[in-house]
């Protein structure tokens, strides 16, 4: 089994900074792009940022500049460093990871279980 597990969420004042970590866990062969996305109350998931196994990296358009995706590949962790937060960027966060489990074998996609990131003063 794979597990993705996140963790750094919480409540933080507008301005303020949070770092997110999602670390993969379990039987696997690789791990090839690994993102984050977000979903607010009423709106749909969306992109935050996403990155290769290489350490390339693309973010929202909205959030360039003010959020840093990266990864620790000896870790099989990812982070999201956000910083000058707003209100607006209330969410759950998640993970998301393409896993190969064996070598040679089809890439699967994974999805933690969220993170809450509230912004309010």
């Known amino acids: 089994q794979v597990q993705l597990v996140e963790s750094g969420g919480g409540l933080v004042q507008p301005g303020g900074s949070l770092r997110l970590s999602c670390v993969a866990s379990?039987?696997?062969?690789?791990?090839?792009?690994m993102g984050w996305y977000r979903q607010a109350p009423g709106k749909e998931r969306e992109l935050v940022a996403v990155?290769?196994?290489?350490?390339?990296?693309n973010y929202a358009d909205s959030l360039k500049g003010r959020f840093t995706i990266s990864r620790d590949n000896a870790k099989n962790t990812l982070y999201l460093q956000m910083n000058s937060l707003k209100p607006e960027d209330t969410a759950v966060y998640y993970c998301?990871?393409?896993?190969?489990?064996?070598?040679?074998?089809?890439?699967?996609?994974?999805w933690g279980q969220g993170t809450q990131v509230t912004v309010s003063s």
């Open positions: 998301n990871a393409h896993i190969t489990r064996r070598e040679s074998g089809p890439v699967f996609s994974y």
């Open positions: 379990g039987s696997f062969f690789s791990i090839n792009n």
């Open positions: 990155t290769t196994s290489s350490g390339r990296t």
